[in-house]
């Protein structure tokens, strides 16, 4: 009797470790892919690769434009605060 229950608790040890194992390959998947979207985008990966000045500008705008958002939550922020 001691064996069958010994055994169960080793299946339900190996079902959970399972059970974390998916779910954190799953959650660095979706995180790994987010920021690797975002480097792309931030990059100008869109624009092609030969134009330096469009590349260039896509980079500059889109870090201030990140820049903007970042000072509008902060200021918005600072509004519901008080």
């Not at 169960?8 to 959650?27: H, N």
């Not at 892919?33 to 100008?44: E, L, N, Q, T, V």
Request: charged content about 35%.
């Amino acid at each position: 009797m001691e064996s069958e229950h010994r055994r169960t608790d080793e299946e339900r040890r190996r079902e959970s470790q399972d059970i974390l194992d998916r779910a954190q390959s799953e959650s660095g998947t979706v995180l790994s892919s987010a920021m690797a979207r975002a480097a792309r985008h931030f990059g100008a990966a869109d624009a092609p690769a030969e134009d330096r000045v469009e590349v260039w500008g896509k980079r500059i705008a889109r870090a201030l434009a990140l820049l903007f958002v970042l000072y509008l939550l902060g200021d918005l922020t600072g509004a519901f605060g008080r």
